[in-house]
């Protein structure tokens, strides 16, 4: 192969989308384009074509900005009401980001993030402690109405805190 080929990036990737299976879209390799005008993968030197052949799945294209977003976008999840126990536990683990009382909805940010800006949140309401993962950089009004919409509707449906 010449190593003196110019390169340009595309600023795209391919990616296998999520499925029943698997929740998460995947990457498999950012794009560039050879002097030639060829597409291929940057690490990989396939074109999607060829990728998707030897992969035997399809590959999708999208912009990198996107493909982030979608990945950030699929390991977002529902509150979930979890032990006094747990969220003490997590609290006392790494020291809390962002820990803060907004309408009433005392919450921290995990420090670590899952993926992406993704990481899990814990917030507490009277004797109801929740958890779920979600942007880091979600607003407090944002994350408090989210914690009690989900408050709301368990007791809507009788669940005990």
Known sequence: MDTNITLQTTHQVLYV???ASERHPRLV???????DGRVIGRYTRMTKG???SRMKTELLVTERDTFSRMQDDSYVTDPRLITEERFYEAFECLPPLRWETHLGVESFRFMEHSCGDIT????????????FEDRFNMSRDAL????????NAASAQHIPG
């Open 17 to 19: 989308p999520a499925s």
């Open 29 to 35: 390799d950012d794009l560039i384009t050879l002097e």
């Open 50 to 52: 060829e990728l998707s």
């Open 120 to 131: 899990t949140i814990f917030a507490r309401i009277g004797d109801q402690y929740w958890e």
């Open 144 to 151: 408090a109405q989210k914690v009690l919409a989900a408050a």
